[in-house]
């Protein structure tokens, strides 16, 4: 596997967090990645992300979203994926910049949707455009749900 280094930035590109992964699968416009929570414990109320808990990840470039799926760290058990609502993805061969619109989606294994932080995106300064991409991705994202598309076809 090839180490990836992944960047994530607030909506106007400034780094907030990066961390490390290794390359599972790509192509031309999207790259999945494996990574470990690096993060202490935290209880977000619809579920409990662990120290080194399990993260497959998608990004892409032609996309204004991105994908986590998360595995427990003791039993590997799937405990959902958390969807980021982004610009589309910079990738280059070591490296994945995500420019991050605060908008989310939790996805429970079960299929139930849950929409966070649209308060925190309704806040941004957006323009029409991108604002208007943003809540497409998160309405896109709700249909791949529905339609138990990749990667929600567990």
């Given at each position: 596997m090839t180490p990836i280094t992944v960047y994530?930035?607030?909506?106007?590109?400034?780094?907030?967090?990066?961390?490390?992964?290794?390359?599972?699968?790509?192509?031309?416009?999207?790259?999945?990645?494996e990574a470990r929570f690096n993060r202490p414990d935290r209880d977000l109320g619809?579920?409990?992300?662990?120290l080194n808990d399990r993260f497959v990840e998608w990004?892409?470039?032609?996309?204004?979203?991105?994908?986590?799926?998360?595995?427990?760290?003791?039993?590997?058990?799937?405990?959902?994926?958390?969807?980021?609502?982004?610009?589309?993805?910079?990738?280059?061969?070591?490296a994945i910049r995500s420019d991050d619109l605060a908008l989310d989606l939790w996805v429970h294994p079960t299929g139930e949707t849950?929409?966070?932080?649209?308060?925190?995106?309704?806040?941004?300064?957006?323009?029409?455009?991108?604002?208007?991409?943003?809540l497409d991705a998160l309405q896109q994202l709700k249909q791949l749900v529905v339609s138990g598309d990749a990667p929600f076809n567990r």
């Open positions: 994530k930035l607030d909506h106007e590109g400034r780094e907030v967090w990066h961390y490390d992964g290794e390359v599972l699968a790509r192509d031309a416009t999207w790259v999945q990645l619809y579920a409990v992300f662990r990004f892409y470039t032609d996309r204004w979203y991105n994908i986590f799926e998360i595995h427990d760290v003791e039993d590997d058990h799937l405990k959902g994926w958390y969807c980021n609502i982004t610009r589309p993805a910079l990738l280059t061969e070591d849950l929409t966070l932080d649209e308060d925190e995106f309704a806040a941004l300064t957006l323009d029409d455009e991108t604002r208007g991409h943003a």
